[in-house]
């Protein structure tokens, strides 16, 4: 009888946590796209710097205009990634904020990598190229931000009610 009651809490804690959870996640992903509405032109400029000896080492120019709409499309994923380690309780900031920086480097690296394709493909007027552009697109903006966190933040100690072997 008595380990029916406690089940019975540590769902009811697990659905709180959870809660609380996608709380905390809703409110960092507000804040994090209002911020990134004001400053988020800067990181976009940051992608397109980037990008520009990587182009140069295919033997293209950059074109600003495009570089920064091209890339206002495919860089939101640092406010997601980052909302997702705002969100996890019983993590230290220390260890938060080692995850946060390490994750917006890769992510940076990727959007960069993502936009050069994009322009190679544009300059190439290659089908292929595109294609591999898109979907390197698709997989750095849905997955990549979900795989750093779960690889950079120790999540089943932030959720303790899930436990090995159970």
Known sequence: MNGGRETNRGTG???REILFFFLRFL???ILLYLVYIVAGKFYTRLIAVIVEPL???FGYEIIMDKAIAITEEISLNP???LSLVIAVGRISIR???KAAAIGVAVLTAANAVGLTLAFVSYYRQSESWWTGSEFLSLTINFFLPLLLWFVLLPIR???P???AGE
């Open 13 to 15: 804690a697990g659905a």
């Open 27 to 29: 409110a960092a992903s």
């Open 55 to 57: 182009l140069a080492a």
């Open 79 to 81: 406010v997601v990634f």
């Open 95 to 97: 260890t938060k904020l």
């Open 157 to 159: 100690s932030a959720f």
């Open 161 to 163: 009610f899930f436990k």
